[in-house]
């Protein structure tokens, strides 16, 4: 997978930025060197987050993938219990 350039936190400042005036959208994404679909993407994307809640965000995200994680191995240890049985 790709790397990507910005982080999330980057993002939603760029668009409080672009929200707050000054500085229009075609203007900023020259700036950043990304197209202005990219942030409009972004906006559809992160549109009304603060920093603090993309950071929320992303360590849900990660408290998620070790549950499911977890759930998998259980699962799995389960199959190879549930076999064993099965042979004796």
Do not use: H
């Not at 910005?6 to 668009?15: A, G, P, S, W």
């Not at 906006?43 to 070790?66: F, H, S, T």
């Amino acid at each position: 997978m790709k790397p990507k350039r910005f982080t999330e936190e980057q993002i939603v400042r760029t668009l409080q930025e672009l929200e707050a005036g000054g500085i229009t959208l075609a203007e900023k994404a020259r700036k950043l060197g990304c197209s202005e679909s990219t942030i409009y993407l972004w906006k559809k994307k992160y549109g009304g987050l603060e920093v603090q809640d993309v950071k929320e965000l992303r360590d849900l995200r990660q408290e998620n993938n070790r549950l499911k994680q977890m759930v998998a191995n259980l699962m799995l240890e389960k199959e190879a219990i549930a076999e064993a049985l099965k042979k004796l």
